[in-house]
């Protein structure tokens, strides 16, 4: 079992603190890339810009405007960014489904007594549009925060754990001071996750309820 992040830290008098889980969006609890794709083949489309969207949904995670810049002179980068997330709901919703064992993550820790939050380097509102779309109903949705500045909403909810598949999601759990819980889902293998220093690494989703429990009766024995 991985050390337990510092701020946890309880005496044997003290309560147990509150647990809130953070989860990362994309390829994490939401597989967006037919969704993304499309949006991507539409802006091509509609600008005459040359995008190859099957390479783009191999590498997301980082904001949309790092992957845009390879597509736009840097002028336009912004103008297509918008662009882009206005158009989105329009292409990209439908299309996405849930990670497998997403909801029951989600179901987890809740049965845990636990608060999760999504916080994602996605446009907010469209984020809210992908998890009310397919039923997956957080306490809380933070956007527009990438790698390390996703410890900002992290440490303003309190949480304890963060759940990411990219190495930029172990970043933001370890400046946060969060537990770093990693899925090879997307972008990033096991191994990269773990050099990274990611404290633990699941095959996906599905292992999470069941590696959540043994998290919190460690918890539980420590407190």
């Known amino acids: ?11 044997p008098t003290s309560p147990l603190p509150p647990l809130t889980v953070g989860f990362d969006l994309d390829m994490t609890l939401i597989d967006s890339r037919p969704g993304i794709k499309a949006t991507y083949e539409a802006l091509a489309a509609e600008t005459g810009a040359y995008i190859d969207a099957d390479l783009a949904i191999t ?60 916080v994602t380097a996605k446009h907010e509102p469209n984020a809210k549009l992908h998890l009310a779309h397919l039923g997956i109903d957080p ?35 370890r400046a946060a001071g969060a537990l770093s819980v990693a899925v090879p889902t997307g972008p990033c293998d096991a191994a990269e996750l773990r ?5 633990v690494v699941l095959d996906d989703l599905t292992a999470f309820p069941a590696w959540l429990a043994g998290y919190c009766g460690t918890v539980a024995a420590r407190a």
């Open 1 to 11: 079992m991985a050390l337990m992040p510092t701020h946890s830290a309880t005496s």
């Open 195 to 199: 050099e990274a220093g990611a404290d």
């Open 139 to 173: 306490d809380a949705v933070v956007g527009w925060l990438w790698a390390e500045a996703k410890a900002e909403a992290l440490r303003e909810h309190g949480a304890s754990v963060y759940v990411g598949d990219h190495v930029g999601d172990v970043r933001g759990a």
């Open 59 to 118: 590498r997301l995670g980082p904001p949309l405007e790092q992957e845009l810049a390879f597509w736009f002179p840097e002028e336009r980068v912004q103008e297509m960014c918008d662009r882009y997330r206005e158009i989105y709901p329009t292409y990209a919703i439908t299309p996405t489904r849930a990670m497998p064992g997403a909801r029951e993550a989600i179901a987890a820790v809740r049965a845990a007594g636990g608060r999760a939050v999504v």
